[in-house]
């Protein structure tokens, strides 16, 4: 007697179970309440209310986002489109043509433009007046660490001739010591972020559900936002318990100026989100940016910028307050989450987090350091040693023009060729995760994943892959989308793999993974989404 199920049978499928482990002319079946209950050959044993063929093509667990930003991202849709332009004619006409449509608004917005397309990033408050004069224009780089916008925008924000230089940014100068229009980092954007319209939270909760939308798009069904601030918790809370339709942690932004109250406030939320008891919603980290980016000469550095010999960069917290702030929220029961990209900022992190380690009770912590671009060679075994997880964006680990036109420059070849040193890592026994930070980058794994397999970018350049030694295997590359951004994530006895028992989180793809040229990765799409067993994608 064959037993009854109502539930799913995906048959005839090539399945990735984790690492190492694959099955071909395989089925697996999955109940209505979610769980994985058989994996075995083509014609399963059950008999299930719905059955799929897969037609050879690979079944995955799902994919989880170890670092994204999805109400930047769906408000981005919201605002003028300059993020696909390709140069700043297109930038200036985009704006021209949204600005003429858009009479009502007081202020005219652009998230997302390409800091490269202006030599040294430097962009002219001038160049957006010759198209729009009348009304202040704010835009935002790609790096959400820089701001260019039109002497209007100056004038309305009180940044001018005589503003004090922060210590926290940087107002870049003309000659004259006139303000240019490119504000970097917090001590300078504030001038004028702070008197931008707010986004309402309709416009937030509608840009958190295209953004959910997308992930399923993508296969992915959890996601670590590495923002969060009020506004965007209030969308959070206002779609819980039954508008979510993708898992999400919150990363709670530490601020350097309140860092000690917001310890209890975050713990508040945590609370708070734990007692609405929605399977979709936590809120268990803590955001911190320790720097800012190395194409704007704003990650903390060990050695100088070459191009700006007396800058090693802008660390938004001294050593010592970042560990205290680490100790902290670490006490508190809190997962720390650090942004850190120059070498200097990631050793800090390192060191607050060891710290922590030592003065607090043990627990399962599952610190992460976000993006580690720049690793100096003493510090890369440390991330093992001290449980430390490493979030790469694979994506960046390519040689685009953000690198060759900003980054290499400023930091020149012998360091610029130790970024995102991912497989030595990952040899040395470091848990690693991956991400996108979307918007920042296209938020689809399989492109990232085909970038950490080859090390090309989009010409297929170099041939062998910038630092070949560097690159992961196909089954490395997946699992550190799947089962270590599920260890981020604190799911990985759930979710993450496929095995009997777990979370039936899977996405099946358009092709056959193990049967690939690495250079198709980023062309594979996906065709299904389920999650909890829920088909929530379907590619038709
Ligand atoms: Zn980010």
Same mark, same amino acid.
């Given at each position: 007697m064959t037993e009854q199920l109502h539930g799913t049978e995906v048959y005839n499928a090539t399945i990735?179970?984790?690492? /190492?482990k694959w099955l071909h002319e395989a089925s697996l079946v999955f109940s209505e309440d979610g769980v994985i209950r058989a994996i075995g050959?083509?014609? /399963?044993?059950h008999r299930c209310s719905q059955r799929i063929d897969a037609n050879g093509r690979t079944l995955l667990p799902a994919f989880g986002e170890g670092h994204a930003h999805p109400q930047h991202a769906g408000l981005r849709e919201q605002f003028?489109?300059?993020?696909?332009?390709?140069n700043i004619e297109e930038i200036l006409r985009n704006l021209g043509e949204y600005a003429h449509h858009h009479p009502e608004q007081e202020w005219i917005q652009g998230w997302g433009?390409?800091?490269?397309?202006a030599p040294n990033g430097q962009f002219d408050a001038r160049w957006i007046d010759t198209i729009i004069a009348d009304r202040p224009v704010m835009l935002r780089a790609t790096d959400y660490h820089t701001v260019w916008c039109n002497t209007r925008a100056l004038e309305l924000g009180g940044?001018?001739?005589?503003?004090e230089q922060p210590q926290d940014g940087e107002i870049v100068r003309r000659q004259d010591g006139s303000p240019l229009g490119t504000l970097r980092e917090w001590g300078a954007t504030r001038y004028i972020l702070d008197i931008v319209p707010l986004p309402t939270l309709t416009q937030r909760t509608d840009a958190l559900a295209w953004a959910s939308a997308q992930f399923l798009e993508g296969g +992915?069904?959890?996601?670590?936002?590495?923002w969060v601030e009020g506004d965007e918790l209030a969308a959070y809370l206002a779609l819980a318990n039954g508008g979510l339709t993708v898992r999400y942690n919150l990363g709670l932004r530490a601020d350097p100026k309140r860092y000690r109250e917001q310890v209890g406030e975050f713990r508040n939320v945590h609370d708070q989100i734990e007692q609405l008891?929605?399977?979709?919603?936590?809120?268990?980290t803590v955001k911190i940016f320790a720097d800012g980016v190395l194409e704007a000469g704003t990650a903390a550095v060990l050695e100088p910028y070459h191009d700006c010999p007396h800058s090693q960069g802008i660390p938004n917290w001294s050593p010592e307050e970042l560990t205290d702030a680490v100790v902290r929220f670490d006490q508190a029961g809190l997962q720390v989450h650090i942004h850190a990209i120059g070498d200097r900022a990631i050793r800090m992190a390192l060191d607050a987090i060891e710290t922590a380690q030592r003065s607090n009770p043990t627990w399962d912590r599952r610190p992460t350091i976000a993006h580690s671009q720049l690793i100096d060679p003493i510090d890369l075994d440390r991330f093992g040693s001290l449980g430390v997880i490493a979030n790469f964006?694979?994506?960046?680990?390519q040689l685009d023009p953000l690198q060759t036109e900003l980054t290499f420059p400023r930091i020149g070849d012998e360091r610029a060729n130790r970024q995102y040193p991912i497989a030595s890592l990952l040899r040395r026994g470091a848990h690693l995760s991956f991400g996108s930070d979307w918007p920042v980058s296209d938020f689809h794994p399989l492109a990232g994943i085909g970038v950490a397999v080859t090390r090309q970018n989009s010409d297929g350049e170099p041939a062998m892959g910038?630092?070949?030694?560097?690159r992961l295997s196909l089954d490395e590359a997946l699992s550190t989308y799947t089962v270590g951004t599920a260890y981020q994530a604190f799911a990985d006895q759930t979710r993450g793999t496929i095995a009997v028992?777990? +979370?039936?989180?899977l996405v099946l793809l358009d092709s056959d993974l193990s049967d690939i040229?690495?250079?198709?990765l980023g062309a594979v799409r996906v065709m299904k989404t389920f999650l909890g067993g829920r088909e929530v994608f379907s590619r038709e």
């Open positions: 990735w179970l984790g690492p /190492g050959d083509a014609h /399963g044993e003028a489109p300059v993020a696909m332009a390709r433009y390409d800091p490269s397309l940044v001018d001739r005589v503003t +992915i069904t959890w996601v670590q936002d590495a008891n929605d399977p979709f919603l936590t809120a268990r964006e694979p994506l960046w680990a910038w630092q070949p030694d560097e028992g777990q +979370i039936a989180d040229d690495p250079s198709q």
